[in-house]
Every structure is written in structure tokens, then in C-alpha cells.
């Protein structure tokens, strides 16, 4: 397991006041590393909104795919979407050769 903490602002803007005050925690977090059964786990945590996808958790196992995205950036608000494709032949064939079996939640 490796792990890297960056700050990449000096200062945020309060929501609230607007006022301006320094920034004085890492805002990216990042983390690689070997689970026990040999598959390979990588996060990315960010800081601020994205202009793209500001919560994306993508899991890609043997017998499938799960997709786990929030336009807001935390599970707990703005609702999630859940999407996934069940493998329906043996993990060695492409990846053309799924079918779909999206899922949605909020």
C-alpha cells in the first residue's frame, strides 16, 4: 500500500461569509495497493467540485462491472446512480460479449 497527500490550494472561499481562509489540509488524496486476494485497489480523493463526475467508484470483478456515481460528491447527498453488466461468459472472452443490466438509485 502507498499513499500520497498533496495540498494544492493555499486558500478556500466559506460558502456561508465568502470570506477567504487559508487552506491548511491536504485536498488530494490518492492510494494504491494489493488486497489479500490479489486484486489491486486505487482511490483518488479530491477536494472541491469537479466539472465532470464528482463521485465515481468503479468496480470491476470477475463475474462483473458496478459503476457507483453522485453528481454532488458524497454518497449521503444529491442521490447516486448504480450501474453495472453482469460477465454472462467466462472472464477470459471480451468485453463485447456482456450484457447489460443497468440498475438506478436514489
Known amino acids: 500500500m502507498s499513499g500520497t497527500l498533496v495540498s494544492r490550494r493555499a486558500t478556500i472561499r466559506m460558502m456561508e461569509s465568502k470570506e477567504v481562509v487559508p487552506l491548511d489540509v491536504a485536498d488530494q488524496i490518492a492510494f494504491t495497493g494489493k488486497l489479500t486476494s490479489g486484486g489491486v485497489v486505487t ?56 450484457t447489460s443490466a443497468p440498475t438506478t438509485t436514489s
Do not use: C
Request: proline fraction near 5%.
Open 43 to 98: 482511490s483518488h480523493f479530491r477536494g472541491g467540485l469537479s466539472r465532470a463526475t464528482n463521485f465515481h467508484v468503479e468496480i470491476n470483478g470477475s463475474r462483473g462491472d458496478l459503476l457507483l456515481t453522485n453528481p454532488v460528491g458524497y454518497i449521503g447527498l444529491g442521490g447516486f446512480k448504480l450501474m453495472g453488466r453482469k460477465q454472462t461468459r467466462p472472464s477470459t472472452q471480451s468485453p463485447s460479449r456482456t
